[in-house]
């Protein structure tokens, strides 16, 4: 019973975090605000990593605005979906009782979105037309 217990509580505080990231997300417009942290890879270095205006682009996409959210951050399309899927899928089968905490994609997956990814990061720094466009616009 205890342990019934201490699963529901932490899937409440689990749903309640998530709810209350859209709140936040939907409600304070990224570029707007002051209490969004900025990308240190990108203040350090002068590059965009691979999640450089990802915070914008998930707040446009809610704010349904598509376009923008694809330019801010392209791979958002590749991982976001599947995120999302694996998350629903790890706090589901953990409120079962049937695994705990175990995040276990298929090795194949994981080395094609690390080379997808390794790849965008490349091609939106080169400074060089067509991929300019994937700069992530900086606010």
């Not at 201490?6 to 709810?19: E, K, V």
């Not at 690390?114 to 939106?124: A, C, E, V």
């Given at each position: 019973?205890?342990?019934?217990?201490?699963?529901?509580?932490?899937?409440?505080?689990?749903?309640?975090?998530?709810?209350?990231?859209?709140f936040t997300l939907f409600t304070y417009f990224p570029p707007d605000t002051y209490f969004y942290v900025p990308c240190l890879f990108h203040l350090s270095t002068g590059l965009h990593c691979p999640g450089c205006g990802s915070t914008r682009a998930v707040s446009s996409f809610m704010h349904g605005d598509i376009i923008v959210g694809l330019k801010n951050n392209l791979l958002i399309i590749l991982w976001g979906p599947y995120l999302i899927y694996r998350v629903f899928i790890m706090v589901f089968s953990w409120i079962d009782g049937?695994?705990?905490?175990?995040?276990?994609?298929?090795?194949?997956?994981?080395?094609?979105?690390?080379?997808?990814?390794?790849?965008?990061?490349?091609?939106?720094?080169?400074?060089?037309?067509?991929?300019?466009?994937?700069?992530?616009?900086v606010e």
């Open positions: 019973m205890r342990i019934v217990l201490q699963r529901s509580l932490i899937a409440i505080l689990g749903i309640a975090s998530i709810i209350l990231g859209i049937k695994q705990r905490f175990v995040w276990s994609p298929p090795i194949s997956t994981v080395i094609i979105f690390l080379i997808l990814t390794m790849t965008y990061t490349i091609l939106r720094n080169l400074p060089i037309e067509p991929f300019i466009s994937l700069f992530a616009p």
